[in-house]
């Protein structure tokens, strides 16, 4: 999921928010909720009124207005199609949201009947009991069938299906047009060559991270890890092994942290730097690559490099090979408690449609999670090609558990890469260690 800074709580807005965003950064404003949250064995409505007031949550953006007006037309035409129905939209932000969730799952009577959230806690909230099983009712729709896989597994515990996604976010490599010109460098085509250019404009500007990264940035490094066949843990359901220690895994995170030190980007500035920062790095002229998202389009735009930067998917071990990328994003799930299922599995599919997407795409920039109509807004926006081919080329998600939260709200990984770049532990001992802890949390969910 990603995450430029959000209006304030309290910010006036009527009808209908987030974006795709990184995803670590979501994933931990969201932790409180998962971890607190009680679990319920059933949290029903136990009726399905046709008529009445829907209430719907959905995330505040920077820029709210467009997303409002693109949520509010959809809304009215939903409005006309069920007499006897209005639709009352909260936005809420993202940054205070967990408390929120907590008591809506603890009180049937205060939560929506439908809302927007970050696909990396689907699991929790089904473990929490808050979410519906929609199975039945998205099997049965006919849009569904182009949803992108991975997307699709993002609403997707134990082989039932909890809502439908919303807009998918995915990274790739921004590299520097004038830079590379200067240099006469070639646009990396293997990792091997990413690290070497890395090293390369280093070398040459040393006022330069050659390749900005981050020993906090999680989800910049995986694709070190899954490129080279590494896996985070292997399972299903809440019975998940970390595979973090394997020797596929390590070799991806000895590829990564290759890329710490003086020769490209300092440990003693760089261990901290989470994604954001990295973009920072990059927007703001200070280096020649980064991995962002095309959801960082915007920052990267404001910044002192626009017009001298250009992106291509991030490579993998071989020519022609895309490293994967994990799908960050967001879904739209109807709750449990509410008492109008019918009107809101209606509406979630309203929301989450092809239509609305493709216009939430014009209006916010959110990728749409249909294989279709992704590849119609790519010619609308060259610039999104590079993502577009990065999706269609597989990506990767987190352990479908709810024990994810827990691991990644204590950093487990991101403790791992630290320790490594600072010289503490080796790959060997910081992965191992990193393992045990996974092992702990996903025994404890049960």
């Not at 999680?218 to 080279?228: D, E, I, R």
């Not at 490579?315 to 008492?339: C, D």
């Not at 597989?394 to 770049?421: R, Y």
Request: hydrophobic fraction near 40%.
């Amino acid at each position: 999921m990603k995450f430029p800074v959000r209006l304030p709580a309290g910010f006036p807005a009527r009808r209908s928010a987030r974006t795709a965003a990184p995803i670590a950064a979501l994933v931990v404003a969201v932790l409180t909720a998962t971890a607190c949250a009680p679990q319920t064995s059933d949290n029903s409505g136990g009726t399905d009124e046709k008529s009445g007031t829907l209430r719907v949550w959905l995330f505040q953006e920077v820029a709210n207005e467009p997303k409002e007006k693109v949520v509010e037309a959809t809304v009215d035409a939903f409005e006309k199609a069920h007499e006897g129905t209005k639709v009352e939209v909260e936005y809420i932000p993202v940054e205070t949201r967990a408390q929120k969730i907590k008591a809506a799952f603890n009180d049937p009577k205060s939560a929506p009947d439908l809302m927007e959230y970050g696909n990396t806690d689907t699991a929790g909230y089904v473990k929490d009991g808050g979410l519906a099983d929609v199975t039945q009712e998205f099997t049965d729709w006919n849009e569904a069938k182009d949803t992108d896989p991975t997307a699709r597994q993002s609403v997707t515990v134990d082989g039932k299906i909890y809502g439908a996604p919303f807009f998918v976010g995915v990274r790739a490599l921004y590299y520097r047009t004038d830079v590379f010109k200067e240099l006469d460098l070639e646009v990396p085509k293997t990792q091997s060559e990413l690290i070497s250019t890395a090293k390369e404009i280093r070398q040459a500007k040393p006022e330069l991270y050659g390749l900005a990264v981050g020993g906090a940035f999680t989800y910049g490094a995986m694709p070190f890890v899954w490129s080279n066949g590494g896996e985070i843990a292997e399972g299903k359901g809440g019975s998940y092994a970390a595979t973090i220690d394997s020797a596929a895994a390590q070799k991806g995170i000895k590829a990564y942290t290759s890329l710490f030190g003086d020769d490209n980007c300092p440990a003693a500035k760089c261990a901290s730097m989470g994604g954001n920062d990295t973009i920072t790095a990059f927007a703001s002229g200070k280096a020649g690559m980064a991995i962002g998202g095309d959801f960082n389009h915007q920052a990267v735009e404001a910044g002192s490099v626009k017009g001298k930067y250009a992106v291509v998917p991030l490579p993998g071990l071989k020519s022609g090979e895309i490293a994967p990328a994990f799908a960050g994003g967001n879904n739209i799930g109807v709750l449990k408690s509410t008492s109008h299922r019918t009107l809101a599995v209606d509406l979630m599919k309203q929301l989450a449609s092809k239509k609305t997407q493709g216009e939430l795409f014009d209006a916010m920039g959110f990728l749409p999670t249909y294989s279709d109509v992704r590849a119609d807004v790519a010619k609308k926006e060259p610039f999104v090609e590079p993502f577009v081919q990065t999706l269609g080329a597989g990506t990767k998600f987190v352990p479908a558990s709810p024990a994810w939260a827990e691991i990644d709200a204590s950093l487990v990984l991101p403790t791992m890469f630290q320790e490594i770049v600072s010289g503490k532990k080796d790959v060997a001992a910081a992965s191992k260690d990193a393992a045990t802890k996974m092992n702990a949390v996903f025994s404890s969910a049960g």
